[in-house]
């Protein structure tokens, strides 16, 4: 039977995407949600190529199943290692009206506006790193900015296991900072390219010099799908209306539920289950 909601479909490997979520639907309050957290087989961060398109690729098809005609990959590493396959390859043939977003080009589109030395970090999962992502996509933007990468292992574990705010974290946040300074001294903005490292941001700034500026994704991809959607009339006028936020995590929800209230600014959430298997 047909859906009687056509949300717009948000996916993250985790709970991290729900820090982009918040900021998309305090701006566009008006549209139906709904989330997927693939929280059962989550980090992504380290996980090949292969893999992170195989779930990634199932999980999007869940999307369009619930009724989502267009769904917003939240997730640094799906959209470094699965965004491009899927619209190229995957969607042409299983549903060539709907659309997947990723997280990647909207942020690339707009990190020269933050820099005023042409030097800007990136701190990010191992998988994002190793893509070279932000590299292809900054430099199609902004040629002349120089961008050192640095991949943060730990950082995700730290956050998921809720060890963030302890001590034994900061040597981690410390470690990676003065590492991504090792390499470009000269940076004056630093791009937190993983959805969970907002709630590392005042213990990254700690590390950083004053005068650097601290830039999250989440404002920006909800800038961006505004602009899309009114570039887009025929998928806004696909997109169910009720104001309305649904969740599903592939975990435990109580689990979930209990977890993700961090990352929805202290907002509950009443999630559901969901096998992709």
């Known amino acids: 039977m047909e859906p009687v909601t056509h949300p717009i479909g948000v996916f993250d490997s985790g709970y991290g995407g729900l820090t982009v979520l918040r900021e998309i639907v305090a701006k566009l309050p008006g549209y139906d949600y709904l989330y997927l957290g ?20 199932q999980s999007v098809q869940w999307l369009f199943a619930q009724g989502c005609p267009l769904v917003i990959l939240a997730c640094n590493t799906a959209s470094a290692k699965a965004l491009r396959s899927i619209q190229q390859k995957d969607l042409p043939v299983i549903a060539p009206d709907n659309r997947v977003l990723g997280v990647i ?16 970090g990136i701190l ?26 640095q991949a943060c292992p730990i950082w995700v574990p730290l956050v998921e296991n809720n060890e963030y705010e302890n001590e034994g974290a900061d040597y981690f946040i410390r470690k990676n900072v003065h590492q991504l300074l ?8 630093v791009l937190l390219a993983c959805t969970h490292y907002p709630l590392l941001q005042d213990k990254i700034k700690q590390f950083l010099p004053a005068n650097v500026n601290v830039v999250s994704q989440g404002a920006i991809v909800a800038d961006s ?39 929805y600014g202290g907002h509950a959430i009443a999630s559901l289950h969901v096998d992709l298997q």
Do not use: C, W
């Open 38 to 57: 693939d929280n059962g087989r989550a980090p992504y961060g380290s996980r090949s190529f292969e893999t992170v398109y195989q779930y990634t690729l």
């Open 105 to 120: 080009r909207p942020t690339s589109e707009v990190i020269g506006n933050y820099t005023r030395s042409n030097k800007v």
């Open 124 to 149: 990010a999962t191992n998988g994002t790193v190793q893509s070279q992502s932000y590299l292809l996509e900054i430099e199609k933007f902004f040629p002349e900015i120089q961008v050192s990468q």
């Open 182 to 189: 090792e390499k470009q001294p000269d940076i004056d903005t």
């Open 225 to 263: 799908l505004e602009n899309y959607l009114q570039r887009h009339p025929e998928m806004e006028t696909r997109l169910s209306k009720g104001g309305n936020s649904s969740f599903y995590t592939t975990d435990a929800p109580e689990d979930f539920n209990k977890a993700a209230r961090k990352f």
